[in-house]
């Protein structure tokens, strides 16, 4: 049987997670792009041949994620019956721990990618992860 769902709390953290990585990797920009080896000229270049749409499909992809990790996070807390936000933050690095972390660090290595790259993606992740299943815990069913 499905359980209602409570939509406020995955909404705003997804807006509240979406809004950090705004911010994270505007903070971190000119750090992120070396760690790719590219310069801020190269990525200027890349963006100025691409289509409105495929500019703004990374932001749209990154919010449609955000609620998605909401969803999942809710149905975690929802088995556990457990929702506050420290279960929630916990939840999330959890899930971090298992799941992301582990699949940037192998990705990236088979893509041979810089150890600076993982962790600065890595730890974007962690704090989404945290934010969302804080709020979404806070908020409860």
Not at 12 to 20: K, N, S
Not at 62 to 87: E, K, Q
Request: with cysteine.
């Amino acid at each position: 049987m499905m359980h209602p769902t409570n939509y406020t709390g995955i909404l705003i953290g997804a807006v509240a997670a979406w809004i950090f990585g705004a911010i994270y990797y505007t903070a971190l920009g000119r750090i992120w792009l070396a760690a790719q080896g590219k310069t801020i000229e190269q990525c200027k270049a890349e963006q100025a041949g691409k289509s409105k749409l495929m500019f703004y499909l990374p932001f749209l992809l990154s919010f449609i994620g955000a609620l998605i990790v909401g969803v999942v996070l809710y149905g975690i807390m929802t088995h556990t019956g457990l929702f506050t936000a420290r279960a929630g933050a916990i939840s999330g690095a959890f899930c971090w721990l298992g799941f992301v972390l582990t699949t940037i660090t192998i990705n990236n290595a088979y893509q041979g990618r810089r150890w600076c790259l993982t962790a600065i993606d890595a730890a974007h992740w962690l704090v989404v992860l945290i934010i969302i299943g804080a709020i979404v815990g806070w908020v409860g069913p």
